[in-house]
């Protein structure tokens, strides 16, 4: 028992450090070595002097992975977006399409917002560039301060569900799950997503038409200019998405098909305009991919050594027999993760949370279904394993994102802050709520309808 307390005290140790605001990654080396330090005084087997060697090649077997070669070039396609202007161009041209809508710029925000977070695959970085692009727009028109920016900070929530994903992808790798059918099983759920955000805004307007201004017409020649340059932003993004979701090809060339249309896109425009991608432009894209991999390429060397500390507690061992033995319904168990995961989403990046919390909450839900190769009939979930890993991976990101936008501290709410300085945190939450609350209904509707996750990944 004296290991599964250091254990205990580790995790405790590594949540104090988190919210005493200690970057995460280093967070989590230093309960790494240090419990496996005090763990090699009290267990006769754990010698310290030959566990500091293996730091040698550590590193590098983290992160020589052919699955994470998908990483940077994600980032880097998300970077490129909105330095070549396509975030721009994608808000603007979607705005055309809906601004005779009431509300229309709003609903083209989310619509915006899906379409980068696509390319971006994460949260916080769809939340900044399209505030950066919509926000202004918003307030030349008039919109209801709480409405604009609670609709930026739901928004950027998309970004870590629709395909392609980082996160998706580090799911897929910790779970060992297969990162296309995670990539499919998302499209659903993400496309649900966008529909009840747009119910949303519908649903406010109904009620208080005052938060958005009567229909502007856009002129006929600014209309189809917009639209002419959302025609080949839609080709990239869609491309993508849709040679991911039905299988065409792999994750890492759709990253490298990617990076390089989105390049050969910006050459072209700066050829034929004073827009585009510029030298200047390519090398802060690059810079900022650089920085970005390595913090996530750091995030999960940390993770390993962490991982390896409480394997060797073996607390997830521990709480893997307690799920077996236990007589608790196991969706009430699984609720409790749910919930435990969203709190910890006010604190954690979403890509630490994956590495930190997954890794013990997935043995106990193998435990609880009645092990790997157990049929569909006899699982306590009514599903394979497999189908367990994908259909936990959908409602993990959810839920996880959830935290970006729960009050007190959630994270993107102050990235939208950072933009609208002037706005108080307390309108921007309130402005976000109702969308947090149709967010807790799509996780319910998921609980309760696992095949939306499961669907295309079975037939495609």
């Known amino acids: 028992m004296e290991r599964e307390l250091v254990g205990i005290y580790g995790l405790v140790a590594l949540f104090i450090l988190i919210m005493l605001r200690i970057p995460v990654a280093l967070a989590m080396l ?14 006769p087997f754990i010698k310290f002097g030959p566990y500091l060697l293996q730091f040698k090649t550590a590193l590098w077997n983290s992160v020589a992975n052919y699955d994470l070669s998908v990483v ?6 998300g970077f490129l977006a909105a330095e070549t202007g396509l975030s721009r161009d ?8 809906t601004r005779k809508i009431r509300g229309g710029v709003a609903m083209a925000t989310i619509l915006a917002c899906a379409g980068f977070g696509a390319v971006s695959g994460s949260s916080i970085a769809t939340a900044s560039t399209m505030s950066r692009v919509a926000l202004p727009e918003l307030r030349r028109l008039n919109y209801n301060e709480g409405l604009s920016t609670g609709v930026l900070a739901a928004g950027g929530t998309l970004g870590i569900l629709i395909p ?20 499919q099983a998302a499209i659903i759920p993400g496309v649900l997503a966008v529909v009840f955000f747009l119910i949303v805004i519908q649903f406010r307007l109904a009620r208080n038409p005052n938060l958005a201004p009567a229909p502007e017409p856009m002129s006929a020649e600014a209309t189809r200019h917009a639209i002419r340059r959302l025609i080949p ?13 039905m299988g065409f090809f792999t994750p890492t060339p759709a990253a490298g098909v990617g990076v390089f249309l989105i ?16 030298i200047a432009r390519l090398k802060a894209a690059l810079l900022a991919t650089a920085k970005t991999a390595s913090m996530i390429y750091f995030i999960l060397f940390s993770a390993d050594i962490l991982k390896g500390f409480f394997a060797r507690t073996g607390l997830p061992s521990a709480l893997s027999e307690w799920a077996a033995a236990s007589t608790m319904d196991p969706y009430m168990i699984l609720l409790a993760m749910l919930v435990i995961l969203i709190i910890l989403g006010c604190f954690m990046e979403s890509l630490s949370m994956i590495l930190v919390v997954v890794p013990f909450f997935w043995p106990v839900l193998i435990q609880l279904n009645g092990g790997d190769w157990v049929s569909a009939e006899d699982a306590a979930f009514g599903m394979t ?18 935290g970006l936008i729960t009050p007190p501290v959630g994270l993107n709410v102050f990235v939208i802050k950072s933009f609208s300085p002037n706005t108080s945190l307390g309108v921007i939450f309130r402005g976000v709520a109702p969308f947090f609350a149709i967010e807790l209904g799509r996780v319910a509707v998921l609980l309760a309808l696992p095949i939306l996750s499961l669907y295309l990944p079975r037939i495609l």
């Open 385 to 402: 394993a497999d189908d367990l890993r994908i259909w936990f991976g959908i409602l993990a990101l959810i839920v996880v994102e959830l």
């Open 30 to 43: 230093l309960t790494g070595i240090v419990g496996t330090f005090v763990l090699s005084l009290i267990t």
């Open 263 to 278: 390049l050969v896109y910006g050459l072209i425009l700066r050829f034929i305009s004073d827009d585009g991608l510029t």
């Open 90 to 97: 994608l808000f603007q041209g979607l705005s055309a399409l």
């Open 164 to 183: 392609p994903s980082v996160a998706l992808v580090i799911y897929a790798i910790v779970v060992e799950a297969p990162i296309i059918d995670m990539f």
């Open 233 to 245: 932003v839609g080709l990239i993004f869609g491309s993508i998405i849709l040679g991911l979701g």
């Open 72 to 77: 940077p070039l994600f980032v880097l396609m």
